[in-house]
T-cell receptor, first 116, second 115 residues
Framework: AQKITQTQPGMFVQEKEAVTLDCTYD???????LFWYKQPSSGEMIFLIY??????QNATEGRYSLNFQKARKSANLVISASQLGDSAMYFC?????????????FGAGTRLAVHP | DADVTQTPRNRITKTGKRIMLECSQT?????MYWYRQDPGLGLRLIYY???????NKGEISDGYSVSRQAQAKFSLSLESAIPNQTALYFC??????????????FGSGTQLSVL
């Protein structure tokens, strides 16, 4: 069964508007972590934001915020005031513990295009 | 200088050839990983190593092998490359003291094409 689901292969948004990238996850662990990474066209993977399963507040990092809804098992990324440089692939990932090891697994990604 | 360095950045090879991708890090992390990225599939874990003597298979290890030569070095080998191993390969490290927030630090990736 897929652990991390990103249902939007592609999204576009007008510059300066906000956009939400969806992510749902599946785990039976009580303690887990959720991450978002950005991959621009240059290819590198850039860490954006992290949310712990026990964190009561939604994580925020500058223009990025994570809309964490634990009961729904969703961890959507919200980008406010989109900029042209936000055009990239975005990956949701979850850290879970299986077989005694703590591993990060990724969703398929969402490609975001910011239009001027 | 990059904290996680992958070499080469790009490689084109032929079916049946043996290929080694190398990764070195200056972050001092014990944990190292190899992932491959394919369009529409995200990043999938090939192998991971939590210290020099601890190496484990990930979800797609068939056709690959690894060697952890030192804390700072983790290489990935394709013993006999095949075209469906054409992908972008990432090496990554992590620091276990982060707990559930243990995040990955990635190299710049190696684009491998198998003809």
């Amino acid at each position: 069964a897929q652990k991390i689901t990103q249902t939007q292969p592609g999204m576009f948004v007008q510059e300066k508007e906000a956009v939400t990238l969806d992510c749902t996850y599946d785990t039976s662990d009580q303690s887990y972590g959720l991450f978002w990474y950005k991959q621009p066209s240059s290819g590198e993977m850039i860490f954006l934001i992290y949310q712990g399963s026990y964190d009561e507040q939604n994580a925020t990092e500058g223009r990025y915020s994570l809309n964490f809804q634990k009961a729904r098992k969703s961890a959507n990324l919200v980008i406010s005031a989109s900029q042209l440089g936000d055009s990239a692939m975005y990956f949701c990932a979850m850290r879970e513990r299986t077989g005694g090891y703590n591993k990060l697994i990724f969703g398929a990604g969402t490609r975001l295009a910011v239009h001027p | 200088d990059a904290d996680v360095t992958q070499t080469p950045r790009n490689r084109i090879t032929k079916t049946g050839k043996r290929i080694m991708l190398e990764c070195s890090q200056t972050k001092g992390h014990d944990r190292m990983y190899w992932y491959r990225q394919d369009p529409g599939l995200g990043l999938r874990l090939i192998y991971y190593s939590f210290d020099v003597k601890d190496i484990n298979k990930g979800e797609i290890s068939d056709g690959y092998s690894v060697s952890r030569q030192a804390q700072a070095k983790f290489s990935l080998s394709l013993e006999s490359a095949i075209p469906n191993q054409t992908a972008l390969y990432f090496c990554a490290t992590s620091d276990p003291t982060g707990g559930a927030g243990e995040k990955l630090f990635f190299g710049s990736g190696t684009q491998l094409s198998v003809l």
